[in-house]
């Protein structure tokens, strides 16, 4: 009977022990899970952040580059057709440079042999 009693005590608390192991080891794993996540988390945007200040000192070089007066010059030629004194500037256009009066000629051509094409008809 003293035996059984002591057997029982140590089953009974070798169960308790089993079952606070196992309450641990879950909080513990659902722990660890959320860890890794925000480690994963933190990774990205350390990674993010890092392209950011990256692009970031190509934009200031790009700021600082256009500050110099031979970039404004540069921009101001390309752009807004600027010359200094004493140069031509020369405007390029995707039209055609035939004058409008050989243009006109040109079309009227053009509708006189449609409409000695459509008599014939």
């Known amino acids: 009977m003293f035996k059984n009693k002591w057997i029982k005590t140590i089953v009974l608390i070798g169960l308790v022990i089993a079952l606070i192991y196992g309450v641990f080891y879950l909080i513990f794993q659902n722990i660890n899970k959320r860890k890794k996540a925000l480690e994963m988390q933190l990774d990205i945007l350390n990674k993010e952040m890092a392209y950011l200040e990256a692009d970031n000192q190509n934009l200031k070089k790009g700021i600082f580059d256009s500050a110099k007066e031979e970039e404004l010059e540069k921009e101001a030629r390309m752009n807004y057709g600027y010359k200094k ?33 459509w008599q014939n008809l």
């Open 85 to 117: 004194a004493g140069e031509t500037a020369v405007i390029l256009s995707s039209t055609t440079t035939e004058p409008k009066s050989e243009q006109v000629t040109k079309s009227s051509n053009l509708l006189e042999k449609i409409k000695i094409w």
